[in-house]
């Protein structure tokens, strides 16, 4: 894939477009300076911009450009071996015993360096770019420690410079507890206290965390830890998320809500309360069904409950080695329709516009509107439903992303 500088300008006049909204209509967008000026039906396009380079989009329907809210997509190694050892049998702790776990992606992270991180990751971030995505989440947690920590947060950071991709860092520290902090008496209380007084200071500092995220979970932190977790990242100024009631109901939801959090992800035991008190709060619930298809799940999150309080739902890949390992937004759009029964419209919002607001881009990503960045793509498809219906295809044309064209091409 061409660096972000390599990429033609998108500024011009697109038409022989349909947008998902109304398909069988003749629609246009014009882009200037990288942004779009203005979207509408051809036969209302204003005369003052009629002359521009023209790009003929041949037909294709046309969404804002997807955004993947969730991953854990800058990690040393893999854990294949580990998806073998669960098939043949194996519990989770026999797993664990076995060197695995987030524990074996913590060693392999620490062992390798920028450079090779960086190169492991842009492979896969390449693979989600040409399903149209045109943001994407990235949070550190497999370091555990300020140096690993900060060397995730970098690659994060030099991935969107040279994709020309927005990238949002979600600092997640408190992903796990080191090995060095297991086995001791006071190990999580101690390394809580590190992540909120020395990592989460410095590495905010360096301009390297957008968000702060928590696993919040039996296996994980307490509720305490994570309001002292959410406690700093607000003395920062710093947004917060969520791992929030994937395997149990912990009530993190609630917490969360009342940090005004972005988003609570996975919630697939997601209480009354916790909706009631994320409806409040404007917190987006992200869906993600690779995980619960990756893990055998059977418990599902509460959709009718969430659709009837009018909480935005997003879906994501959740990319992470040990329980989605999954490099496809649009089989995760089909994935949360099978599986989560979302209806097409809902799945497509959920990897546009709600997926945006849970990352804090509404006002500029997941829409096609005046004044935003453009971030569009254009799909060989003849109408919405068919991004949901089909899986292993990838149907993209032509990607705009910041203002260059970046995927395909246009006349």
Request: aromatic share 6%.
């Amino acid at each position: 894939m061409n660096p972000a500088h390599e990429h033609p300008s998108a500024d011009g006049l697109w038409t022989g477009l349909r947008l998902a909204a109304a398909p069988d209509a003749q629609a246009a967008i014009v882009v200037a300076q990288g942004a779009i000026r203005w979207v509408g039906a051809r036969s209302a396009l204003p005369a003052e911009f009629a002359g521009l380079a023209p790009h003929d989009g041949g037909g294709a329907l046309v969404t804002p450009g997807l955004v993947d809210c969730h991953t854990h997509l800058v990690y040393g190694g893999q854990r294949a071996n580990e998806f073998a050892m669960r098939l043949a049998g194996a519990t989770y702790e026999e797993v664990a015993k076995a060197g695995g776990g987030i524990v074996s992606s913590v060693r392999a992270t620490r062992e390798a360096d920028e450079d090779t991180l960086f190169a492991q990751a842009a492979a896969r971030l390449e693979q989600l770019l040409a399903d149209g995505v045109c943001a994407i989440e990235i949070k550190s947690g497999y370091g555990l420690s300020l140096e690993h920590e900060r060397k995730q947060l970098r690659v994060a950071r030099r991935l969107g410079e040279a994709y020309g991709v927005t990238v949002r860092t979600t600092f997640l520290g408190a992903h796990a507890l080191p090995p060095e902090y297991a086995g001791q008496p006071n190990g999580s209380a101690d390394y809580i206290d590190l992540v909120c007084n020395q990592m989460l200071p410095a590495l905010a500092a360096e301009g390297l965390v957008d968000a702060v995220d928590v696993f919040c979970e039996r296996i994980a932190f307490s509720l305490a830890e994570t309001e002292q977790v959410f406690q700093a990242a607000k003395a920062l100024g710093l947004p917060v998320k969520l791992h929030a009631e994937q395997l149990s109901d912990m009530g993190g939801a609630a917490l969360a809500a009342r940090y005004g959090a972005l988003s609570c992800d996975h919630i697939e035991h997601l209480s009354a309360e916790g909706i009631a008190a994320m409806r409040r709060s404007g917190t987006v619930a992200v869906l993600l069904p690779g995980a619960y298809y990756t893990l055998r799940d059977t418990h599902l999150p509460p959709v009718d409950a969430l659709r009837a309080a009018g909480v935005p739902m997003a879906v994501s890949t959740d990319h992470n080695p040990g329980t989605s390992p999954a490099l496809s937004l649009l089989l995760m759009v089909n994935m949360a329709c099978t599986l989560f029964r979302l209806t097409v419209p809902e799945a497509l919002d959920g990897v546009t516009v709600h997926a945006a607001r849970a990352l804090g881009l509404q006002a500029t990503h997941g829409a096609i509107a005046p004044g935003m960045p453009a971030n569009f793509v254009l799909w060989n498809v003849r109408e919405a439903a068919e991004l949901a219906y089909w899986f292993g295809q990838r149907p993209v044309r032509t990607v705009v992303r910041q203002g260059r064209i970046a995927v395909g091409a246009a006349a």
